[in-house]
């Protein structure tokens, strides 16, 4: 089948591409079943992968050569089209052991190259059957560098998917016109609690350790420290980095009160990563991280529960040009002056000049300068924007779950 991206012009290093209307193309190419329609306008033509239907949502780009099982199923991807920059994704294929939630929340996926049969011993089903089973639509065949370069230099745009069976495509079209109109109506993320659509709906214990080679996951058999996760959209690999680090998790709902909490006598309380505006869930979240904060209860937060975080202790968030999606992103330890390459997928920033006095910034974004942690002086309490349990990533960041442990000790 030809390539649709072939006839794409040619770009420049540098290149604008939010004020080129070159290839804002409505026609149809022969072969094409599915197509990636932006808010301003834009038609992306492709080949639909995984589920057939339409996907709506914030589309962004995650620029990791690994993992795309594991960023698939992040729960903070919900409400968003992840476009991959890295052009073969499937080759491992999809597993079951490499997920982060039961049930993936993002919206779908833009991939460059076509997916392919899968070429490891892991592989339990090609990504194709993967995304199928799990209702996600994609599409493939899309020039993903000028579709990066557009949100690197526009920002993140409201967008659709839409892949149907090539016979009905041959019938009755694509109407583009108005797939741009259900992309431009589509509410923004900024202003959006989406933690309550992702967290879990009861209190459950956590006991699954992490993977190791052969022998797969783990059980905590000897716990020596109580937790209790706070779960805004958590990743299952924190829970388990959590786990192997002796600590009995107890995973509560997102809506859960300082009370109801701090009645589990925990050792330490944990905020989960989670999708949407960290403003939004602080609604309900702040009050709660307050009152633990005031009880001197040991707090680490991650991602989500860094923002949130931050608001509690005063600072104030804004939405991201285009965010951070990646397992490549250098950040520095402040404290420690080392350089640790990190996982990353957020759409929210801690504005660094709000922060409060007795608020310290213990981390620092090597490519762009945002803050990437903090921590309150004289309590023990600290949070980081990036991942530490990585899952796509480098495990550069682990050490931050043993100092968790560290501070539960020295309580």
Known sequence: MADPTQNAPAETEGTNLSAQTDHLNHTRPAGCNAALVLADGAVFWGR??????VALGEVCFNTGLTGYQETLSDPSYAGQIITFTFPHIGNVGANFEDVETDKPAVRGCVLRADITDPANYRAASGLDEWLKANELVAI???DTR?????????GAPNGVIIHLPAEEVEESGIDTEALVTMAANWPSLEGADLAKEVSC???HEWHETEWALESGYGLLDDPKHHVVAVDFGAKKNILRCLANTGCRVTVVPAVTTAEDILAMKPDGVFLSNGPGDPAATGEYAVP???AVIASGTPLFGICLGHQMLAIALGAK??????GHRGANHPVKDLETGKVEITSQNHGF???????PVGVVETHTSLFDGSLEGIKLEGKPVFSVQHHPEASPGPMDSHYLFDRFVALMEAK
């Open 48 to 53: 639909g992968a995984g589920a057939t239907g």
């Open 140 to 142: 493939s065949g899309v």
């Open 201 to 203: 709906q009861e209190i």
């Open 146 to 154: 000028r579709l990066t370069r557009r949100i690197r230099d526009g």
């Open 317 to 322: 968030t804004h939405k991201m040009h285009m």
């Open 288 to 290: 709660m991280i307050q």
């Open 349 to 355: 920033v801690v504005d660094r000049d709000t922060l």
